[in-house]
């Protein structure tokens, strides 16, 4: 098992009055090495609340999060920074590359913070094999500048994957596509899923995107079901 939410509540003080909006309304979730799960449900429901909190982004009002079995409330900042890094890899709608760096450059970003030698040394040469995977590694040295919006998402991928995560967590991944970039990153994240055996959890409005993974929940008034 890579997460587990047990009975997971959010809410947030309503600024007009001394009341609680309540977001997120008891949920448990397992997600194993593998799986392949699809949120959806309209917006404003709470669908990256939940996906925040799974990447400890976000805190819950109450309830446990584990990771690896391991109850994360015991863990410091710098601790959940490291998980971020290692074992979680986070996929946006916007693709968050920086302008000043070329795609290589981009793709190797979160290992610089790694310390061991070995994987830094390695690292060059996975990013290299993973650019290839996804059909950039003629663009390596080009910046986001030159890049369409489809190819910047690949390097975002590809970025995700780099420090060889147990799983990704995408928000409204192929939301500012076009159709056909939209097309090539959902069979891009499930081609990682199914080849690389790297859970995925997805929130998308894509109902087209939802349906390539295994398992499809729908949140709706702070309720999870399938």
């Given at each position: 098992m890579i997460i587990e939410l047990e009975n997971i509540y959010k809410s947030y003080q309503n600024n007009s009055s001394s009341s609680q909006i309540k977001v997120l309304d008891n949920i448990s979730l397992k997600i194993n090495s593998g799986d392949s799960i699809a949120i959806v449900g309209p917006s404003g429901c709470g669908k990256s609340t939940l996906l925040n909190i799974m990447g400890t982004l976000?805190?819950?009002?109450?309830?446990?999060?584990?990771?690896?079995?391991?109850?994360?409330?015991k863990f410091n900042d710098k601790k959940l920074a490291e998980i971020r890094n290692q074992k979680i890899g986070f996929v946006f709608q916007m693709h968050h590359l920086l302008p000043q760096l070329n795609l290589l450059e981009n793709v190797l970003l979160p290992t610089l913070i790694v310390k061991e030698t070995k994987h830094k040394e390695s690292a060059k040469s996975r990013a290299l094999e993973l650019l290839r995977f996804v059909g950039l590694e003629d663009k390596i040295k080009q910046y986001p500048g030159q890049l369409s919006g489809g190819e910047?998402?690949?390097?975002?991928?590809?970025?995700?994957?780099?420090?060889?995560?147990?799983?990704?967590?995408?928000?409204?991944?192929?939301?500012?596509?076009?159709?056909e970039s939209a097309d090539q990153i959902g069979e891009l994240l499930s081609k990682i899923n199914k080849e690389q055996n790297v859970a995925l959890v997805l929130v998308t409005h894509s109902l087209e995107l939802a349906n390539k993974m295994k398992v499809i929940y729908k949140l709706n008034n702070g309720k999870l079901n399938t």
């Amino acid at each position: 098992m890579i997460i587990e939410l047990e009975n997971i509540y959010k809410s947030y003080q309503n600024n007009s009055s001394s009341s609680q909006i309540k977001v997120l309304d008891n949920i448990s979730l397992k997600i194993n090495s593998g799986d392949s799960i699809a949120i959806v449900g309209p917006s404003g429901c709470g669908k990256s609340t939940l996906l925040n909190i799974m990447g400890t982004l976000d805190k819950a009002s109450s309830g446990i999060i584990k990771i690896n079995n391991d109850d994360i409330s015991k863990f410091n900042d710098k601790k959940l920074a490291e998980i971020r890094n290692q074992k979680i890899g986070f996929v946006f709608q916007m693709h968050h590359l920086l302008p000043q760096l070329n795609l290589l450059e981009n793709v190797l970003l979160p290992t610089l913070i790694v310390k061991e030698t070995k994987h830094k040394e390695s690292a060059k040469s996975r990013a290299l094999e993973l650019l290839r995977f996804v059909g950039l590694e003629d663009k390596i040295k080009q910046y986001p500048g030159q890049l369409s919006g489809g190819e910047c998402q690949r390097a975002s991928v590809v970025r995700a994957l780099i420090n060889q995560p147990e799983i990704i967590l995408a928000d409204e991944p192929t939301g500012s596509l076009d159709q056909e970039s939209a097309d090539q990153i959902g069979e891009l994240l499930s081609k990682i899923n199914k080849e690389q055996n790297v859970a995925l959890v997805l929130v998308t409005h894509s109902l087209e995107l939802a349906n390539k993974m295994k398992v499809i929940y729908k949140l709706n008034n702070g309720k999870l079901n399938t």
